[in-house]
Nanobody, 117 residues
């Protein structure tokens, strides 16, 4: 059982930066860790993920080159560095975890990111 809690959300101007953090209650080294986001009236979409080994990362096309996912297994944390933020990045951001080959099973409560234009 893993419990996830996000932090670091807030209000930022377009073009600015923000770093989200996700802290897990248990060990996360065996999980794929990811960030999702959900804007009002839209589906929850994958933003970025980080494999449990090999350092493989994936990004949504809309955030490539602007966002970076970083995981620290020693501290059971995963971060999302967000640069050059745009108004369309406004959403609730969720941290999630899954085993390789499985659906995302563990979710945090989410943190709001609002980008003002």
């Amino acid at each position: 059982q893993v419990q996830l809690v996000e932090s670091g959300g807030g209000l930022v101007q377009a073009g600015g930066s923000l770093t989200l953090s996700c802290t897990a209650s248990g060990r996360t080294s065996g999980y794929v860790m990811a960030w999702f986001r959900q804007a009002p009236g839209k589906e929850r979409d994958l933003v970025a993920s980080f494999s449990p080994s090999g350092g493989i990362t994936t990004y949504a096309d809309s955030v490539k080159g602007r966002f970076t996912i970083i995981r620290d297994n020693a501290k059971n944390t995963v971060h999302l560095q967000m640069n050059s933020l745009k108004s369309e990045d406004t959403a609730v951001y969720y941290c999630a975890a899954r085993f390789v080959g499985r659906d995302y099973r563990y979710w945090g409560p989410g943190t709001q990111v609002t980008v003002s234009s």
